[in-house]
């Protein structure tokens, strides 16, 4: 148990466009769900933290309205890259919690490309 | 500042060999996570350190907790070329819930 899934697993888009990635919880209610991204080389950073049906909280530095996210059930959060540049080319990682406890479930990663 | 320091951050070593990856950190958190990534892959759990004294092993590796000292270590025995990977550890802060301080992570090459 305890399965999460990203879609798309790599995507190519064009500079100015915006890119929609899923996150799921395959087999549980994720009643939080945490966006990290990882350049090259480098640890993850968290992006924003998810709670089902609330608004995100996002780091400092972290444009929200660049990066929008969605978590409207409580099996899919989304995140989308709007009017995406080349420096938003990047590893997006998402992760899945259930209830009050303390374990964080990894999807597999998203690879965008921006060109 | 919540600091999470992980050492070496780089690390070649021969198969057969043993080693230790050292992870120190700030807060009072006293769950300490390992994972492993291999390159362009996700995260991958090893451990979850409960308490202090904790220590888990799984196979070449065993890792281990001292939360006086903040401190765990990610012991590798016998080190062979599937262990290649690079190793993170965190710590987690349970007011946030449960958000996770990243270290930096260990590069680990093991050449046969």
């Known amino acids: 148990g305890a399965v999460v899934s990203q879609h798309p697993s790599r995507v190519i888009c064009k500079s100015g466009t915006s890119v929609k990635i899923e996150c799921r919880s395959l087999?549980?209610?994720?009643?939080?769900m945490f966006w990290y991204r990882q350049f090259p080389k480098q640890s993850l950073m968290l992006m924003a933290t998810?709670?089902?049906?609330?608004?995100?909280?996002?780091e400092q530095g972290v444009e929200k309205d660049k990066f929008l996210i969605n978590h409207a059930s409580l099996t899919l959060s989304t995140l989308t890259v709007t009017s995406a540049h080349p420096e938003d080319s990047s590893f997006y990682i998402c992760?899945?919690?259930?209830?009050?406890?303390?374990?964080?479930?990894f999807g597999p990663g998203t690879r965008l490309t921006v060109t | 500042e919540l600091k999470v320091e992980q050492n070496p951050l780089f690390l070649s070593m021969q198969e057969g060999k043993n080693y230790t990856i050292y992870c120190n950190y700030s807060?009072?958190?006293?769950?300490l996570y390992w994972y492993r990534q291999d390159p362009g892959k996700s995260l991958e759990s090893l451990f979850v350190?409960?308490?202090n004294g904790a220590v888990k092993q799984e196979g070449r590796l065993m890792a281990s907790l001292d939360t006086k000292a903040r401190l765990s270590t990610l012991h590798i025995t016998a080190a062979v070329h599937d262990l290649s990977a690079t190793y993170f550890c965190?710590?987690?802060?349970?007011?946030?819930?449960?958000?996770?301080?990243w270290g930096a992570g260990t590069k680990l090459i093991i050449k046969p």
């Open positions: 992760s899945a919690k259930k209830g009050l406890r303390y374990e964080q479930y």
């Open positions: 087999d549980f209610q994720a009643t939080t």
């Open positions: 998810s709670n089902e049906g609330s608004k995100a909280t996002y």
């Open positions: 807060t009072t958190s006293d769950r």
């Open positions: 350190l409960l308490s």
């Open positions: 965190a710590v987690d802060i349970p007011d946030s819930n449960y958000q996770l301080i």
